[in-house]
C-alpha cells in the first residue's frame, strides 16, 4: 500500500524537496495529513521528465507543521529506507547543477 504520492514537474520543485543533509537521501513530500516523528511511510514518486513511478520505503524524520516560518508548506520530510542510493542517484542526477544553489527549499 502506498501512503503518498508524489509527482515532481520541474527541477525547481524536486530541488525543494530533496533532502541531501539527511543521510543517505531524504525527500520532502507537501501534504494536509498528519503524521508523526519516526512513522514508516511508503511513497510513489515520479520524477520530472520520467513516465517511470518509483517507490520506496521511508521514516519520517522531518515535519512541517501549517502555519511553518518562512512560508514553508506543510508536509513531512522522508530519510529513504529502501534502496537509497540508487534513489539518491537518480535524483542527483538530475539537481547535478542545482545542488549548489542558494535558493530556499521546503525544510531549509
Known amino acids: 500500500m502506498v501512503d503518498l504520492v508524489v509527482n515532481f514537474d520541474t527541477l525547481h520543485q ?8 539527511i543521510k543517505p537521501a531524504g525527500l520532502f513530500v507537501s ?4 503524521h508523526f516523528l519516526g512513522q514508516e511511510l511508503t ?3 515520479r520524477l520530472p521528465g520520467a513516465t517511470t513511478v518509483h517507490q520506496l520505503k521511508g521514516v519520517v524524520v522531518w515535519i512541517n507543521p501549517v502555519g511553518a516560518s ?5 508536509g513531512v520530510g522522508l530519510k529513504i529506507l529502501s534502496d537509497a542510493e540508487t534513489h539518491k542517484h537518480h535524483i542527483e ?6 545542488l549548489a544553489s542558494g535558493d530556499l527549499t521546503c525544510t531549509m
Do not use: H, I, K
Open 14 to 21: 524536486l530541488y525543494r524537496a530533496y533532502m541531501p543533509f
Open 93 to 98: 542526477n538530475l539537481l547535478s547543477r542545482e
Open 31 to 34: 501534504t494536509s495529513e498528519s
Open 43 to 45: 511513497l510513489a514518486y
Open 70 to 74: 518562512g512560508g514553508r508548506p506543510p
